[in-house]
């Protein structure tokens, strides 16, 4: 018997979007907002393209879409990424936002570096999705 295949099989379980992080500031940065309301899990990564200085991150969650309502954090790190192909990785599960506030919806990763000239690739990776469909992962060309 012939069986059905897709070739989206990871990407109909997983969310994955990637940002360039450029600040050019020493001052707190959120990267981007995203809704984790048919998730279970959150993950984001910092990859170092330029730079070498030390990095705080935080996972913060929010009910509003763009950030604007009272941040919530719900993870922190430190690290000390200080050559360009280090990264470093923050999660946190659907029930940890959940156990910091009903509303709390939305999340970003929040970074601080201590050199404004540093760079690097944000990666969110969001999992368990309540329903898993082709196109969660996509290509994204400008």
């Known amino acids: 018997m012939a069986v059905a ?5 990871s990407s109909s379980i997983m969310a994955i979007t990637q940002y360039d992080h450029d600040p050019d500031a020493t001052s707190a940065v959120d990267v981007a907002w995203v809704d984790m309301r048919d998730y279970g899990k959150f993950i984001a990564s910092f990859f170092r393209t330029v730079g070498t200085s030390a990095l705080t991150y935080k996972i913060l969650a929010n009910s509003a879409s763009d950030g604007s309502g009272s941040d919530v954090e719900i993870k922190s790190g430190s690290a000390a990424p200080d050559a ?56 994204s060309i400008a």
Do not use: K
């Open 84 to 139: 360009v192909g280090d990264y470093a990785f923050l999660e946190c599960t659907a029930e940890e936002l959940l156990s910091a506030g009903t509303d709390l919806r939305y999340v970003t990763l929040n970074l601080t570096l201590a050199t404004g000239t540093d760079e690097g690739v944000v990666t969110y990776i969001r999992s368990c999705p309540r329903h898993s469909y082709a196109g969660l992962t996509s290509d």
């Open 5 to 9: 295949t897709s070739t989206d099989q």
